[in-house]
């Protein structure tokens, strides 16, 4: 059912008050603000890669070598910002499931799912020698070996 042309003048004053409130909780609704700065953060991480490529082949080939190391920094400094980018990018477009709405606001019907954790278990507690830890089998196999051989 269509809303009515008050409830959609309402519902836009709504959300521009929403939006001078707390613009950064307007544009988590939203959702592709946040992906569009993703986005961004990546390209230019990739741009400023490429300038660490160049800055560190400029140390080598001048052999200055605090100018490669400064060209190596950046290159890893940069990658590291888009991998982070890029898994935010994979995050935003895959976790919120929405329904849409024409202002570009929406419904979010779920958050961050949790992701189910098996609990350790100490190695004490079990038993037989294929379930111990990995200190242990080793032990064993020492243990085994020096009996085996008649000591030392």
Do not use: Y
Not at 33 to 51: K, N, S, W
Not at 71 to 92: C, D, E, K, N, P
């Amino acid at each position: 059912m269509p809303l009515s042309e008050e409830e959609l003048r309402l519902l836009e004053q709504m959300e521009r008050a929403l939006v001078e409130e707390d613009p950064k909780f307007a544009s988590t609704l939203r959702g592709t603000t946040l992906r569009r700065t993703a986005r961004r953060r990546a390209i230019l991480a990739g741009v400023v890669f490429v300038v660490g490529i160049v800055v560190l082949m400029t140390g080598v080939i001048s052999q200055v070598i605090p100018l490669g190391i400064v060209g190596f920094v950046i290159m890893l400094v940069s990658a590291t910002v888009s991998l982070t980018a890029i898994r935010g990018q994979a995050a935003a477009t895959a976790e919120p499931r929405a329904t849409g709405h024409p202002s570009g606001f929406a419904v979010i019907d779920g958050g961050r799912g949790a992701r189910l954790r098996r609990p350790r278990r100490s190695g004490a507690g079990r038993s037989g020698q294929s379930h111990g830890s990995f200190m242990e089998r080793l032990e064993e196999r020492w243990r085994r070996r020096r009996d085996q051989n008649g000591g030392f």
